[in-house]
């Protein structure tokens, strides 16, 4: 019986096959998913966690790896299938600060691994708002991103080599921790590869020294309009922010009227958080051309924060903009797509009309500096009509993006909230390549089935576990 056999590797305790365990796993961050597993499985070794997988490739059985659960695509739910939850492995293996690398194991949470680095002087750059719980391992998946990557990169930028478990149970590494490796670029590849592609069981992360100095600028616009314009002036200077946010005022009341209100103008349309890092030297004329590219296009005023209390209450209610919607309503839509900077004033205007057009509220907070845009839309989910809405909402935001030379997502991943728009962007021929590629980490497609491509779209395709949604 395989959870006999599981329950030999990890102990009886870390597999869960009772329906009040599992429950805990049956949706992520995005809960208009709903999907139970068969049993959860949790090791607490790299040499378990490999036990696990080997066991479950010689029984043939289908597997979801789980991180955190903070994902924000349904790209970690198992319907049916055996759960594998990474939480157990935590451990920061080790710290080279000489070479500005760490090897960590899957588990590790994403702000502990800034908080241990510190004291060298270092960080890990990737700052996912869910940074506080979410794991590295489930950044490696969906190549995660952040408000600082439009300076600092991805994750795919900061990750050097993996230890990989294969679905058939083999391991192998990917990448180089000292260099470029030899031939095709499979670490990038296994990047946000979202579970399909096997398991991460250390990974070896570069890290970057902590700025000498950081500015943040709050700047607040009566239109929403005069503060996309502002995106691409202060890009159009040649600077490039560590990061440059933007929240609409519906985000920024929900956020004001929650434990983590930060102090944002509730009468603003909509404001900028803008951030500069560096070397002190020269970072005020920084700030000043930024200031004055705001005011060019109307802000109402530019506030600067240097103090680390400052700056860090500035942060809390962006980062914490999606738990302050949790007093909206019950259920929340978070979208994620990606479009041309200079296109952010038109559809973000399109966004404004679609919402009004289906009767739902759109409430935005993106990274406006790379054009990922977040439009979320807070409802009711047993509400049948309203849920109706909201789909139809959502499907015409992404087409918009779409139309515009935007593509379906930023950092959240495909999943399974994406699926249906893979064909729309893709032609059948990229959708079969994409089939190929995975069949070369896992040819029996057991890995996280029915995610990212869909099925039918493989020249030869297998029927896997429908979703409840």
């Known amino acids: 019986m395989l959870r006999d056999a599981l329950a030999a590797i990890v102990g009886a305790q870390w597999v869960k096959e009772r329906r009040q365990e599992l429950a805990v796993f049956d949706a992520d961050g995005l809960p208009g998913y709903r999907a139970t597993p068969s049993l959860a499985v949790l090791p607490g070794t790299r040499d378990e966690l490999i036990a696990v997988v080997g066991e479950l490739a010689r029984t043939g059985t289908p597997l979801v790896p789980r991180g955190a659960g903070t994902g924000l695509s349904g790209g970690a739910l198992a319907d049916d299938v055996v759960l594998v939850g990474l939480n157990r492995l935590t451990r920061i293996i080790e710290?080279?600060?000489?070479?500005?690398?760490?090897?960590?194991?899957?588990?590790?949470?994403?702000?502990?691994?800034?908080?241990?680095?510190?004291?060298?002087?270092?960080?890990?750059?990737?700052?996912?708002?869910?940074?506080?719980?979410?794991?590295?391992?489930?950044?490696?998946?969906?190549?995660?991103?952040?408000?600082?990557?439009?300076?600092?990169?991805?994750?795919?930028?900061?990750?050097?080599?993996?230890?990989?478990?294969?679905?058939?149970?083999?391991?192998?590494?990917?990448?180089?921790?000292?260099?470029?490796?030899?031939?095709?670029?499979?670490?990038?590849?296994?990047?946000?590869?979202?579970?399909?592609?096997?398991?991460?069981?250390?990974?070896t992360v570069r890290l970057v020294p902590l700025p000498d100095a950081v500015h943040t600028l709050l700047a607040d616009f009566s239109s929403v309009d005069a503060a996309a314009r502002a995106v691409s002036k202060i890009v159009a200077t040649g600077i490039v922010p560590a990061a440059l946010e933007m929240m609409d005022n519906a985000t920024i009341r929900a956020v004001e009227a929650s434990i983590y209100a930060a102090g944002y103008p509730i009468d603003a349309a909509a404001i900028l958080l803008c951030e500069v890092d560096g070397v002190a030297d020269g970072l005020e004329a920084d700030v000043a051309l930024i200031r004055d590219a705001c005011n060019d296009c109307g802000a109402r005023g530019v506030l600067v924060a240097t103090e680390p209390a400052d700056r860090m209450r500035l942060w809390q209610g962006r980062k914490k903009a999606f738990g302050a919607m949790g007093r909206i309503a019950p259920a929340l839509v978070v979208q994620d797509a990606v479009v041309p900077r200079t296109r952010l004033p038109e559809v973000l205007a399109r966004i404004n009309d679609i919402g009004t057009l289906h009767n739902v509220r759109v409430c935005n907070v993106f990274h406006a500096g790379d054009g990922n845009l977040h439009p979320n839309i807070p409802y009711n989910a047993s509400d049948a009509d309203e849920s109706a809405r909201v789909h139809a909402a959502m499907s015409a935001i992404m087409q918009t993006c779409i139309d515009v030379g935007g593509?379906?997502?930023?950092?959240?991943?495909?999943?399974?909230?994406?699926?249906?728009?893979?064909?729309?962007?893709?032609?059948?021929?990229?959708?079969?390549?994409?089939?190929?590629?995975?069949?070369?980490?896992?040819?029996?497609?057991?890995?996280?089935?029915?995610?990212?491509?869909?099925?039918?779209?493989?020249?030869?395709?297998?029927?896997?576990?429908?979703?409840?949604?």
């Not at 998946?141 to 795919?156: F, M, S, W």
């Not at 260099?179 to 095709?184: F, I, L, M």
């Not at 729309?424 to 190929?436: G, H, I």
């Open 95 to 203: 710290v080279d600060p000489v070479n500005r690398i760490a090897r960590v194991e899957p588990g590790v949470v994403n702000a502990k691994l800034s908080r241990a680095t510190a004291r060298y002087g270092l960080h890990y750059a990737p700052d996912p708002s869910s940074q506080t719980v979410c794991t590295i391992g489930g950044n490696v998946a969906e190549n995660a991103g952040g408000p600082h990557c439009l300076k600092y990169g991805v994750t795919l930028n900061h990750i050097v080599e993996c230890e990989v478990v294969l679905p058939d149970g083999s391991v192998t590494r990917l990448g180089n921790a000292f260099g470029e490796p030899d031939g095709y670029d499979l670490l990038g590849t296994f990047i946000g590869s979202e579970g399909c592609f096997g398991i991460a069981t250390e990974i």
């Open 407 to 469: 593509t379906i997502t930023g950092e959240h991943g495909v999943g399974l909230d994406k699926l249906p728009y893979m064909e729309t962007l893709f032609d059948a021929e990229s959708l079969d390549a994409m089939c190929r590629v995975r069949a070369v980490f896992d040819p029996d497609r057991r890995a996280n089935p029915g995610k990212v491509v869909p099925v039918h779209a493989c020249r030869e395709w297998h029927a896997t576990p429908a979703v409840r949604r």
